[in-house]
């Protein structure tokens, strides 16, 4: 068998290819959609020059299906667009790749499909499958336990159709060209310690494709490159990694920044955010380099002269390119955002995402003149700043934007604010505990932002329960500084956050009625994930809306963020909100008409310390007496163990208090690692023993002991 680079010592032409990956935002079972984007980046990457084009994890049904996965429906249609692909000659001097679910031998797995020419080169299915985090991939798919091996796969009739090829190759398989070699691994199987990409490298495969669904985390995309760039900085080789990018219908934002690294280098790097739908990357590849850089890497030789070869497809093709001036892409270096960049950016775009596909006709916010609710304000404003932006050279923006701006097509493009006033309402929901400088910064927020805003007093409502509690029961509640119990002041409380959550929606379902305007507005929650954690919230209040943005956010990365925003984004009232002690507003203000109520008297803790707990549970798996041998000595400095042991047992009776508002909890952009979502990312009871008798009876004996 000839080496692959046999051709280019006979012929001294030096072996460079183009080679693309396709960022697409696609929607889970939007068949039509995604076939429509999966296309478009086909007809680019031609544009282009590309004669090898990788696409996203599960392209053709979206990632998101879940449950939809079982259903054989889905996989049928997985068929029926991938016959658009052959029939239609999107696949004609190409070689494309794809994702999908397929049934072989009655499992299904998580395939890619590679195609050239209108047939199927190989179906590779998913060795190692995600199940942690946000993921649960063993619930539908089946992992692919035959390594080097490949089976005949029959294609359903409707393949059959189109250009009568009746089978493929259907395992873990690399295919040969006439001039290199390309593997593949999925996704996880990159971050496995045994991952395929070791086996590929010694076996002299050349290009190495990896079709991913990552989604969007705070400070994750720097460890997702390393992980990227080191196995062909050490190995050689060439490395394509294409992502999703956008709400396919859920709680996670896939971060796209698809790109390619060869020799360690990285060539070609795709956006991380933005609100278009397709975007493909190329690279200019010498593939001379990568044999090379092995060579002279000894051991590696010596470790690959012994390998077990791979099972192989052969294909008559070139991928490579016959001219002699093809010069392979320049080194880059990565582009990273500021955690406050990517606040500003990620729920910006899933808020987008969600709009525009809900068809819904804006976005409704009970903003308070806070730190979460502006937070949450700032980011619609951004997400009108990057709409109008891609709107200009983007067809399919533009439409989005003139639909919701009702706009017709030969009207000019909105601005920012002006599509704010289109798509965003705000409200004051105001009591008599509201402070003045609190009603002041909504306002002023809303006008920087372009957002309509309404100051609504709920007070006579508030007087209306309480009457009518009064009348039913012959007791009046009253607030704690009037002489009230710690029940009554709660009570009190929750009647104003309750009602502001009825008033939101209500306002929601009829603003556009009264308007002359057509929709109805969903709902946006401002809780960040510490409240969450701490259940420092009323459940079905305010936190309870349609949607979340910050939800996954902690509420020290949100202060930055609106440092970072009174400066970056243009609403300079943010300085102030940031500048404000936190506080709820829903006790009685003090003598002097000032805010007498903060948060973080309230919770016992500050927001600092609650992110440090939320880190060592969920993060660092920790139980109540492992978080207090681990912070009697981090914090030694500032705490005695007696005060560590009072702060570790006052989280987590609030926190197993407070368990069930998670069985609730709106959803929420997922930003960080230690949120306590307890629809699929923290599984956990909600019924607690809040006392924690056998624990916090051995904390105190340790911290008593000093051991």
Known sequence: MPHPTSSRYCSQLPRCCVVGVATLNQWALDFEGNLRRIKASISRARSLSCTYLLGPELSVTGYGCEDHFLELDTETHSWEALCALLRDGFTESIVVDVGMPIVH???????RVVMLDGKILLIRPKRCLADDGNYREPRYFTPWRRTNTVENYHLPDVVRA????????FGDAILRFDDTTLGFETCEELFTPDAPHIRLALNGVEIIANGSGSHHQLRKLNQRLDLIQSPTRKMGGVYLYANCRGCDGGRLYYDGCSCVVSNGDLVAQGSQF???????????VDLDSVVSHRAAFRSMADQASHETPLAEVHVKFRLCSTAEDCVPSDAISPHIHAPEEEIALGPACWLWDYLRRSRAAGYLLPLSGGADSSSTAAIVGSMCQLACTAARSDARVASDVRRLARLADNQPLPIPNKLAACVFTTLYLGTENSGVETRKRSEELAKEVGARHMDVRVDSLVAALVALFAAVTGKKPRFKVHGGTIAENLALQNIQARLRMVV???FAQLLPWVRGESGFLLVLGSANVDEALRGYMTKYDCSSADINPIGGISKVDLKAFLRWGADNL???SLA?????PPTAELEPLAENGEVAQTDEVDMGMTYAELSVFGRLRKMARLGPVSMFQRLRYQWASMHSASEVATKVKRFFTYYAMNRHKMTTLTPSYHAESYSPDDNRHDLRPFLYNTKWPWQFARIDQLAATGK
């Not at 933005?274 to 200019?284: P, S």
């Not at 102030?576 to 404000?580: L, R």
């Open 504 to 506: 939101s929606f209500l």
């Open 570 to 572: 243009g609403y300079p």
């Open 105 to 111: 031998r009655g499992v299904r797995y998580n395939c």
């Open 274 to 284: 933005a609100v278009e739908e397709v975007e493909v990357t190329t690279a200019r």
């Open 162 to 169: 189109v250009h009568g090829q009746e089978t493929c190759p």
């Open 576 to 580: 102030k909100v940031e500048a404000a």
